[in-house]
Every structure is written in C-alpha cells, then in structure tokens.
C-alpha cells in the first residue's frame, strides 16, 4: 500500500496532537486587555493621547524619526503617495504581484500605476525591470517586500537617485525584517505598512507611515488628519493656510482600542518574531535537498532576515517532478494533514480594473484618464509575475520541533512520492494553479 495519505497511508501530521498555540496569532495577553479596557473606560476611542505614544514607541523601533498612525494601511500608503506629491498625471511604478492596496489608491490622486515585474526567486520587484517603466512622468517607485521577503534595495535606490524619484516602501508583509543589516522601512523617502490583525505586527485595524523628512510628514498629516493639521504638527508654509482641514476631504484616524494593543503587541514584537524566525529555518532546513520544494527567504549570512514571516509561502519547481501540477501536490499534502493552498496574489495587471474601469467618469479609464502614453501597453512586458508556481506552509508561531518535523515530513513524503501522483493529474503540465485574486473563487480551485 502508498504510504501517500491521499491514498491510504497514515497522514503524517497528527492533528490531534498539534496544540493551538503553535498557529494562534496575535498573542494576546492581560496587557493587551488591559489596554484596550483602559481606552474603552474612559471613552477616549476617538482620542490621541495613546496613538501619539505609539507614534513615539514605533518610530524609535522604526529607526525613523517621525511616525504617524492611520485607521489601517490602505489609508497610510495613500498619505505616502501624497506626500510624494504624486498628482494628476504622474505615474508610480509597482510589483504586479501584491496585495492591491500598494497601489490602487493612486487613482484616487488622479495618478495611475505602472507594472513592473517580480524576480523569481525574493517574488519582490525585479529591479532589472523597473527602468522599462520610467517614463517622463514617473514619480515614485512602490516596494513591496512581499510575504516577508525583503525586496534588493541597493539597486532599487540607485536607479531611483539616477532618475530622480521617490522610493515608498509598503511594509506590510515585513515588519522588523532586514535587508543587509538595515531595517526594512528605512531605505526608502517613505514607509507605509497595514498593521491589521492578519499581519506579523497586529494592532487590530490600522496603519502606520514612517519618514525623516519633514515636508513628507507634514504633507502625510495633513492628508486626512484633520484634527492635527495646525502649527503644533505643521510647519511647511505652504500647508499652514490649509489648517484644520484634511486635504483628501478623508478622515484617516485611529480608533484607540487599536493603538493601545499596539503598544502592547510592538513591545513584545522582536522577541516573538525571533521564535517565529527560528521556527521557519528550522521548517525549511529540513526540506533543504528535497525535489520540487524550495524554501522561499533570505539568505541570512549578510544581516538579511524576514523578522515576522507573514504569509509564508514556498516555492514550486514542477520541472524536478516531472510536471507534477501545484494543485495534485497541495491536494496531496492536504491530505497528510496541513492545509496548502497553491498560489497567492494574481497579477494585478490582469485585473479589469487596471484595464477599463472608469470611476473617474471622464472619457478615459482610470488607469489613463490623465496619463500622456497608455501605460497598459507595458503590461506586455510582465512574464515571471504570471509563471511562478508557489504554496503556503505552515506559519509557526513557536519553535515546537517535534510537529515542526510533522508538518515539514508532509511535504516531504509528498515529494519523494510524487511519482504515485502523475497518473492522477489531469493540471498536469497546464497554466493552472499559478496565481489567483483572493475573492475570486472560481479561480482558486
Ligand atoms: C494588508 C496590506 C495592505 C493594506 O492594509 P490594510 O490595513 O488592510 O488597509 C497594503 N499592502 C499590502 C502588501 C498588504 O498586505
């Protein structure tokens, strides 16, 4: 009989056996609680003393001399658009394969977005494809480091001091991680990150921003902070006669209940994300020479890291089984216990609202409607965003090894076994099973 679980054999995870608190995200505490009963008590959600001392706490962690908090990411990378003065007709360059809150907002600056391609291996921009994207109205570039990876900044940051533009880091994926021994979110003009409850960093519902530059703060508080658009925060000049109002017409600010249990949660953030690092190596070093799976993270000999591990995926190589396809696998280590999904974020250029939306109710689509050349013609130019072949592992919490080697011999046993899966496949050698949209289910499958 197969040892494959899918046919028979013994699953080789044991559910039973797995306590809840190997996956369980965020940890909450009393001091979380605690918190958050604090802001709810004296009625001060709607307030500012706690998310200005979050403000304080993350910027010093942050390595940034201001900060500022946002009812959640969205909002907080819109403020960073804006506080790279990105406006009518300019254009921004971003990875296809992100979540798309790191750039759909430019619409709403009357700015559009141009696509540059991922590199195979970190799946963050391709920095050997962003210059094809320059165009004359090209302001800002978006890095994203995706699932946790860090994007190659040194060339990112040369390009974009060669040609003159912004870098905003969005961060969401990423918080704490490295890249040669610096701190993600400090490369770039500006960093802007979701801290959501699903995130590595998780404070409930909200966002935050980081600069040194102060124009770039003052523009970023102005956006949608209208209660702090005044000269105890402001003091570019331009801005001053524009006090009191937020000049998006939005209302960007943090529900307390929020700040207070991100207090909490970044004071113990390094030291949680320091297991969750060591739990992930170990997962993957015990997969190191096993066909068709490599591990997706950095290589740590030069100070890289990826601090929080946020929606660990791996990558697929089909070619060293035989053109087994992502979906019998993932169905097969389904079945051993651990529940994979092929894929993650579909190209964002493939979307119709990249293509023809027009919210603007002008002649144009959005994507165009101010631009100077249609930028969906540099679509034609994304290839790996579309082939690559990856699926989610296990994001330990906990360095728990006896059901880390569980969940990594599922995916091992499915490996060395493959074989027994070919005559089963009818994905097999197909596009299928790459990338999908989230809410799209009829993709997923
Ligand atoms: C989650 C996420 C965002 C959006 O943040 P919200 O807090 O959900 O608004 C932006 N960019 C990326 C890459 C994300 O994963």
Redesign the pocket.
Known sequence: MSELAIFGGKPAVDESKIPESLFKWPIVTKEDEDGVLDVLRRGAMSGLDVTEKFEKEFAKWQKRKYAIG????????QAAMFACKMGAGDEMICPSK?????CLQAFNLGSTVVFADIHPTSLCIDPNDIERCIGPRTKAIMV?H?LGHPADMDPIMEIAKKHNLYVIE?V??AQGGMYKGRMLGTFGHVA?????S??SLAAG???MLATDDKEMYDRAMAYCHYERNNSKYISTDYLQKYASMPLAGVKGRVNQTCSAMARVQLKYYDQRTAEIRKAMKYFWSLLKDVPGVRAHMVDESDGSNMAGW??PHGLYCPEELEGLSVERFCEAVRAEGFGTTPGA?KALHLHNIFKDYNGLNYDKPARVAFTDRDVRNLDEGITVSQQVQVYSIPWFKHYMPEYIEMYANAFKKVALNYKELLAGDEKRGTESGRWFFYTDKKEKK
Do not use: R
């Open positions: 946002y009812c959640n990411g969205t909002m907080a990378l992100t979540y798309w809150a790191s994203v995706y969005d969401s994926h802007a990150m979701s801290i959501m699903g995130k519902e909200m966002g946020y929606a974020n």
